[in-house]
């Protein structure tokens, strides 16, 4: 009953920037943490950022100083804005939403989008 719609995945140079959306549809009472995931070819899945319903933040190492996570509650969406983007975040990137329905809290996670980086 939870839909996430991911956008703004695409192919940039080195040094670019993408921004990336997941928008939450259906049945929420709320949203608890955001997050941002990926899974390059060969790779396990990795935590990018997350960020808690209050607005506090955390990011891998890999991505600190350049990738910004943020929210819109009134929206039920999550943003990530990646800066100076480099072939290594080459990825399907995916948003996990941690919905509150009913009493109980559920995971759902985006269809994900591709960024590749490539000169």
């Known amino acids: 009953q939870v839909q996430l719609v991911e956008s703004g995945g695409g192919l940039v140079q080195p040094g670019e920037s993408l921004g990336l959306s997941c928008a939450a549809s259906?049945?929420?009472?709320?949203?608890?943490?955001m997050g941002w995931y990926r899974q390059a070819p060969g790779k396990q899945r990795e935590l990018v950022a997350f960020i808690t319903r209050s607005g506090s933040t955390n990011y891998a190492d890999f991505v600190k100083g350049r990738f910004t996570i943020s929210r819109d509650n009134a929206k039920n969406t999550v943003y990530l804005q990646m800066n100076s983007l480099k072939p290594e975040d080459t990825a399907v990137y995916y948003c996990?939403?941690?919905?509150?329905?009913?009493?109980?809290?559920?995971?759902?996670w985006g269809q994900g989008t591709q960024v590749t980086v490539s000169s």
């Open positions: 259906g049945s929420i009472f709320s949203i608890n943490t």
């Open positions: 996990n939403v941690g919905v509150v329905w009913q009493l109980r809290v559920t995971d759902y």
